[in-house]
């Protein structure tokens, strides 16, 4: 049995059309990050932020996984393989191409979290500032999303599984974030083989045994069918 850890960010997401964070001169949607995702921002101005994250989910739900999305929900099935997908992104699309179970670090749109209570609920396409808790009706709902400053889910998880890889795979993110862009170094003192999927050198490179340049909907196919055989 080969244990796989796999972990995507927003890279494995831009072909279909979702924007990176730090693509466009570093503004994600025309937005700097502090300003739509800290507890901070949320305190300041919490219509801005809502509308922000509905639009998140509204984009989300008009788009479609890709090839890359789909390789991997093949790989989770693939005889002799178990895989851990571990990823950063919010959307749904790991899960829309077939993927049986992601492990949403960074939470997701499809979420709805009580500031109040810590309920969580699936969203509706609109969170406002009128959005009542359906366990204790607080009008205290943001989404379910994990922003800087705040902990990251399941990590004890991540951690089990980064510990006894065989191969850890970063696809599409820029190795700027930690945790996760600590990920490969632990799992590399582990005895995994680490691989990199970036259209070109991530920020912590230098820390993986394997480099493969290129679109993700083209590497990580071609990546899959090596490993599937
Ligand atoms: N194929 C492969 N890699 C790609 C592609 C593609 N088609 N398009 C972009 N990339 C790469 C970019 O080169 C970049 O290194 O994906 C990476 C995206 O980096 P970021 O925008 O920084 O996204 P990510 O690493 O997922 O961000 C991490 O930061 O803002 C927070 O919480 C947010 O989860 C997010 C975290």
Redesign the pocket.
Same mark, same amino acid.
Do not use: K
């Given at each position: 049995m080969q244990r796989i850890v796999v972990l %995507?960010?927003? !890279?494995?997401s831009?072909?279909s059309g979702l924007?990176?964070?730090? !693509?466009g001169g570093g503004l994600?949607d025309n937005h700097r #990050?502090e300003d739509v995702?800290t507890p901070e921002a949320f305190a300041r101005d919490p219509d801005l932020v809502q509308r922000f994250y509905n639009e998140r989910r509204a984009k989300a739900r008009e788009v479609q996984p890709n090839a +890359?999305h789909t390789a991997l929900a093949q790989l989770a099935r693939a005889d002799g393989v178990h895989l851990t997908l571990v990823t950063? &992104?919010?959307d749904g699309l790991h899960e829309a191409a077939g993927s049986p179970r992601v492990i949403h670090?960074?939470g997701a749109l499809d979420g709805a979290l009580c500031a109040a209570c810590d309920h969580r609920w699936p969203a509706p396409l609109v969170i406002d500032g009128s959005t009542p808790c359906p366990a204790c009706g607080a009008k205290a709902a943001r989404p379910d999303?994990?922003?800087?400053g705040e902990v990251p889910y399941h990590m004890d998880e991540i951690a089990e599984a980064l510990g006894q890889a065989d191969i850890f795979a970063a696809?599409? =993110?820029?190795?700027? #974030?930690y945790p +996760?862009?600590g990920f490969v170094d632990y799992a590399s003192a582990q005895g995994a083989t680490c691989i990199e999927? &970036?259209?070109?050198a991530?920020?912590v490179a230098q820390s993986f045994d394997d480099h493969r340049i290129?679109? +993700? %909907?083209q =590497?990580v196919p071609a990546w899959i069918a090596e490993v599937t055989g």
């Open positions: %995507t960010g927003a !890279g494995v831009a072909e924007s990176t964070f730090r !693509g994600w #990050v995702a +890359a950063q &992104n919010v670090m960074h999303i994990v922003w800087f696809i599409g =993110t820029s190795g700027r #974030v +996760a862009a999927f &970036n259209l070109d991530s920020e290129g679109p +993700a %909907t =590497t």
